[in-house]
C-alpha cells in the first residue's frame, strides 16, 4: 500500500490508480532560457526516483514532463543574445537533457513543448470564454475570471480575501479583478504570435501546463507533480481553469518537492550563489549529486553546501567499495523478499521515505563485508545482488563499482603503470620505493588499498 502526500488534502492518502496498473503522472518542467540550477536538479531526480520505484512495483507510468519554450524572459534572452527563440531554446533544451542524464535521470516518456500544443491552449480559452470564466479585456489580452471559480485557493490554502490584499494591476494591464490572471498575451511588436478567435498573441505561462497535460493523459489523472515554488499561484491556477473547461477533477494527487537553499540562504544570482547544475558536476560526479538530493526527505527543505556534497561522495563510496569484485548476476533467482528489502518497501510505500530506504542499503552493504570476511562467496553474491537491486529501484548503483571509485579514465593508463610498479617494488622488499611510488599516487588523488586479492586503488 504506497501512500503519497497531497498538498491539497495535506494528508498521506494511498495511490489507487485511475486505470488499474497504470498511473498517470505531469510534472511542470523547465523554462528553457539558461542553464538548469541545483533546483532544477532535484525536481530531475525526485521525480525519476518516484517513477523508478513505481515501475520497480510492477506499475506500468506514463511520465511526462513539460518545457515552457514561450516567455517573457525566453523573448527577452533571445533578444539579448542575437538568436532566434527557436535557436536559444533548442540550445538549453539540449543542456536540459544533458544535465538530466548526468543525474540519472530517465527520459520522460512526453516531453511536451508550448509552443506545439497553441492549437490545445486556444481550444481550452475559447471553451473558458464560452462558459464564462475568462474575457477579452480591452488590451487585448484574455484573464481568467478567478471569482467564477469558488474552490480557487484550495490548494494553497488560502482564502480570496487574504489573496486580494497582496494582488495588484501591473501597468498594461486591464484586467477586471486584481485576482485575474492572463490567459492570452495579445501580440506585441516584435514579439512571436499565433491567430486566434479572441485575437493574434501568445499564451500565458499557467494555461500552457493545462492544456498539454490533459492533450497528454487525460482530463482526469493520478498525479500532478512540480517544486513547492508552484503551488501558488501556477498549480492554483491550474486547478482552476482545468477544472472550469472540462467539467472534471483534474488531478487525484498533488506532489511537491521541497525547496533548495545554499548554505543556508535562498538561492539567487544576486546572492551570488547560484549553482547550476554544471558547476556541480565540474567537480563531482553525477550520482553523488543525486545521492545527496535523495539523501534528504524529498518535502523536506534541502540545504546545500559543499560539505553536504563530499559527504555524499563518501557515503556512495562506501556503498560502491561494498560491491567491489561481487560478481553480477550470480545470485540466482530470488525465491522470497530479503527482511531488508521488506524494510526498504516499506519505507519507499511511506510518501517515498529515501533516507530510511538508504539506511537499509548500509545495512545490506555491512551484511556483504560481514560475509566476505567470513569467506562466504555465495552470500556475498546473494547481498550483492541485493543491493543492486534496492539501489536500481531508486536510481544508484548501476554502474560497474570501478567505473564509479575509479573516476574518469584520462589518466587510466598512467595510473595503472604506477600501481604495478609500486606491486613489484612490494614484491622485491623495495619498501622505500613502494612508499614513494604510494605518495606519487597520494599526490594524484589515489588511494591504494592492500588486501589478500591484490591491490586495488580508487580516487580519493
Not at 498517470?24 to 539558461?34: A, E, F, I, L, N
Not at 493520478?222 to 498549480?235: N, R, V
Not at 552470500?379 to 534496492?390: H, I, K, T, Y
Not at 554502474?399 to 589518466?411: I, K, V
Request: charged share 25%; with cysteine.
Amino acid at each position: 500500500m504506497l501512500k503519497i502526500y497531497d498538498t491539497l488534502t495535506r494528508g498521506k492518502t494511498e495511490l489507487v490508480p485511475i486505470e488499474p496498473g497504470h498511473v498517470r503522472m505531469y510534472v511542470c518542467g523547465m523554462t528553457v532560457y539558461d542553464h538548469c540550477h541545483l533546483g532544477h536538479a532535484r525536481v530531475f531526480v525526485v521525480f525519476d526516483m518516484v517513477v523508478r520505484y513505481l515501475r520497480a512495483c510492477g506499475l506500468r507510468v506514463t511520465y511526462v514532463r513539460n518545457i515552457t519554450d514561450i516567455d517573457d524572459k525566453i523573448i527577452t534572452r533571445a533578444r539579448e543574445a542575437g538568436e532566434t527563440i527557436t535557436r536559444l531554446t533548442d540550445r538549453f533544451i539540449a543542456a536540459m537533457d544533458e544535465d538530466a542524464a548526468a543525474l540519472g535521470a530517465q527520459p520522460p516518456d512526453c516531453a511536451p513543448r508550448a509552443t506545439h500544443h497553441i492549437s490545445e491552449i486556444i481550444r481550452m480559452i475559447s471553451t473558458l470564454i464560452e462558459r464564462g470564466h475568462a474575457y477579452r479585456a480591452g488590451n487585448g489580452d484574455v484573464y481568467y475570471r478567478v471569482r467564477s471559480w469558488p474552490a480557487y485557493g484550495r490548494l494553497s490554502n488560502r482564502s480570496l480575501d487574504d489573496l486580494l490584499v497582496g494582488a495588484r494591476v501591473e501597468t498594461g494591464e486591464a484586467k477586471d479583478d486584481p485576482l485575474d490572471f492572463v490567459l492570452w498575451k495579445a501580440a506585441r511588436p516584435g514579439e512571436p504570435s499565433w491567430d486566434a478567435p479572441f485575437g493574434a498573441g501568445r499564451p500565458g505561462w499557467h494555461i500552457e501546463c493545462s492544456a498539454m497535460a490533459i492533450h497528454c493523459l487525460g482530463s482526469h489523472f493520478d498525479i500532478h507533480g512540480g517544486g513547492m515554488d508552484l503551488t501558488f499561484p501556477h498549480h492554483e491556477n491550474e486547478i482552476a481553469q482545468s477544472e472550469a473547461a472540462t467539467g472534471c477533477h483534474f488531478a487525484n494527487i498533488w506532489m511537491h518537492n521541497g525547496f533548495v537553499r545554499i548554505n543556508g540562504e535562498k538561492m539567487a544570482k544576486s546572492l551570488g550563489n547560484f549553482l547550476t547544475i554544471r558547476d556541480l558536476l565540474a567537480e563531482f560526479d553525477g550520482e553523488v549529486l543525486r545521492y545527496l538530493l535523495l539523501a534528504s526527505h524529498y518535502r523536506s527543505p534541502l540545504n546545500y553546501d559543499r560539505a553536504a556534497l563530499v559527504q555524499a561522495q563518501e557515503a556512495l563510496t562506501r556503498l560502491y567499495q561494498a560491491l567491489r569484485e561481487v560478481p553480477e548476476g550470480s545470485a540466482g533467482p530470488v525465491a522470497q523478499a530479503d527482511p531488508e528489502e521488506l524494510r526498504f518497501r516499506a519505507a519507499m510505500d511511506d510518501d517515498f521515505n529515501t533516507p530510511t530506504a538508504l539506511a537499509v542499503l548500509f545495512e545490506v552493504a555491512h551484511a556483504i563485508h560481514r560475509a566476505r570476511e567470513a569467506g562466504d562467496l555465495v552470500e556475498v553474491a546473494r547481498r550483492g545482488a541485493l543491493l543492486r537491486r534496492l539501489g536500481g529501484m531508486i536510481g544508484l548503483l548501476e554502474r560497474p563499482p570501478q567505473e564509479f571509485l575509479q573516476g574518469g579514465a584520462a589518466d587510466r593508463e598512467a595510473i595503472e603503470a604506477l600501481v604495478a610498479a609500486r606491486d613489484a617494488a612490494r614484491r622485491a622488499r623495495q619498501w622505500a620505493r613502494s612508499d614513494e611510488l604510494r605518495d606519487e599516487l597520494k599526490a594524484r588523488g589515489v588511494i591504494v588499498e592492500d588486501s589478500a586479492a591484490g591491490t586495488v586503488w580508487r580516487r580519493a
